[in-house]
C-alpha cells in the first residue's frame, strides 16, 4: 500500500493566519491527491482534488499544490470555521486508496 | 445536490454480521462516471477505504477485507449496503459511504459523503 504520512498531527493557529499542512507519499502519486476537511458530527468534505484543483462551492483561500512525493494544503487567511481536521488521500493506487492520519487544526 | 445516508445497527456482537446501508437523494445509483464507496474509520486512527461498486454490479475491496466483504445495490431503491463478516473489536469504527467522483486522466475523488455510523462490536 502506498503510506501517507501527514504533517503536523496538529496545529494550534489563529484567525488571520497562513497555515500550510504537509502530506507526503511513501512513492510517487503523481498529482493523484485529494484533501477532505472534516468537522466532528457531519460528513467529510472534499476541498482539493487533483493535488491543486479547488472543489466548486470552495472557498478561495483553501489552496492546494504540490506533484510526485510531497503535497500542501494552505489556508492563507484562517477563518472561525476552518479549525477541523484535515486529511489528504491518495488516488494513484486505485481503487487501493490510503489516506493520512490527520492534521487537526486547533485554536 | 446529491446527499448518502449511512444507517443500519450501532451494535453488533463478535462473530456476526455487520449490515449497513447507504440511501441516496437527488441523484442516482444507476448511471454516470461514478462508484459508490464505503470507507471506514476506527477510534484513533485513520480513513480506510473499504471496497465501491460500480453501476454495472463490479464490486472492488481492500484487499486486507475481501474475504469477509460484500457491497451490493439495489437500484429500485437507490441504495448500496455493506455486509462484513465474522467481526471482532476491530471492526469497531465509523462507517461511511460515498460517492467515488470519476475525473480525467483516471483521477477520482470522493464526494459528497455520507454522515458516518458508528458501530460497535461487543458481546
Known amino acids: 500500500d502506498i503510506q501517507m504520512t501527514q504533517s503536523p498531527s496538529s496545529l494550534s493557529a489563529s484567525v488571520g493566519d497562513r497555515v500550510t499542512i504537509t502530506c507526503r507519499a511513501s512513492q510517487s502519486i503523481g498529482n493523484y491527491l485529494n484533501w477532505y476537511q472534516y468537522e466532528p458530527g457531519k460528513a467529510p468534505k472534499l476541498l482539493i482534488y487533483a493535488a491543486s484543483s479547488l472543489q466548486s462551492g470552495v472557498p478561495l483561500r483553501f489552496s492546494g499544490s504540490g506533484s510526485g512525493t510531497d503535497f500542501t494544503l494552505t489556508i492563507s487567511s484562517l477563518q472561525p470555521e476552518d479549525f477541523a481536521t484535515y486529511y489528504c488521500q491518495q488516488s494513484y493506487s486505485s481503487p487501493l486508496y490510503t489516506f493520512g492520519l490527520g492534521t487537526k487544526l486547533e485554536i | 445536490q446529491v446527499q448518502l445516508q449511512a444507517s443500519g445497527p450501532g451494535l453488533v456482537k463478535p462473530s456476526q454480521t455487520l449490515s449497513l446501508t447507504c440511501s441516496v437523494s437527488?441523484?442516482?445509483?444507476?448511471?454516470?462516471?461514478?462508484?459508490w464507496t464505503w470507507i471506514r474509520q476506527p477510534a484513533g486512527r485513520g480513513l480506510e477505504w473499504i471496497g465501491h461498486i460500480f453501476p454495472s454490479g463490479i464490486t472492488n475491496y481492500h484487499p486486507s477485507l475481501k474475504s469477509r466483504v460484500t457491497i451490493s445495490a439495489d437500484t429500485s431503491k437507490n441504495q448500496f449496503s455493506l455486509q462484513l463478516t465474522s467481526v471482532t473489536a476491530a471492526d469497531t469504527a465509523v462507517y461511511y459511504c460515498?460517492?467515488?467522483?470519476?475525473?480525467?486522466?483516471?483521477?477520482?475523488?470522493?464526494?459528497?459523503w455520507g454522515q458516518g455510523t458508528l458501530v460497535t462490536v461487543s458481546s
Open positions: 460515498a460517492r467515488d467522483m470519476r475525473g480525467p486522466r483516471g483521477h477520482t475523488w470522493f464526494d459528497p
Open positions: 437527488d441523484g442516482s445509483i444507476s448511471g454516470g462516471s461514478y462508484s
